[in-house]
């Protein structure tokens, strides 16, 4: 890929985020919202205090794939804070924000104005669970728990190992369906 071509490229992602002007596109956001917080009601499960098993982030991974990083990472920042608001659960630590805007970087680099690859599905997936839910959420734990985090990494771990493929499985074939159906829509 030439130099004129990157640059154009990431150019286009960094000025995505001039696309929350649109209304269509800031109606998308708010309906994917909506979605994530039901969802988190209705599709989490937990596991003790530390493990959540929940499909609330695929709203979130399709404003990633749709609109990219910066828009993901803005989505992903509010919908913690929100979620946190709606659910009231325990104190809000800014921290867990971070992880959802990181997470959501992640995803639009790997996703946003690219082919849908099964490939690029497992290394965003991979990176999020170690890095932003293995990693990131642990300390944050941690800091707010003051947990050994001996005693916590082993069940995140599992947990995590156990849902990457079935995570990996459910993001790709949404996101064929949304690339199909949702993304020509929103092309310019």
Do not use: H
Request: aromatic letters at 12%.
């Amino acid at each position: 890929m030439s130099k004129s071509s990157q640059a154009t490229k990431q150019s286009t992602s960094l000025s995505s985020i001039s696309r929350l002007k649109e209304t269509k596109v800031l109606t998308f956001c708010g309906m994917m919202g909506a979605l994530a917080l039901i969802l988190s009601y209705v599709a989490t499960i937990k596991v003790g205090q530390f493990i959540r098993i929940g499909f609330s982030g695929l709203p979130g991974q399709i404003i990633d794939y749709l609109f990219g990083p910066w828009i993901g990472a803005v989505f992903a920042g509010t919908m913690d804070i929100v979620k946190w608001f709606v659910n009231g659960d325990g104190e809000f630590f800014p921290g867990f924000t971070i992880t959802a805007v990181v997470a959501a970087v992640i995803y639009g680099l790997f996703l946003y104005n690219k082919p849908l690859k099964i490939k690029n599905v497992i290394l965003s997936q991979i990176l999020v669970k170690v890095f932003c839910n293995i990693g990131l959420n642990t300390l944050w734990l941690k800091m707010l728990y003051n947990q050994a985090v001996l005693a916590i990494l082993p069940g995140r771990i599992v947990s995590n190992a156990v849902m990457l493929p079935i995570d990996c499985f459910i993001m790709f074939a949404i996101l064929k369906v949304v690339g199909k159906i949702v993304k020509p829509y929103f092309q310019n």
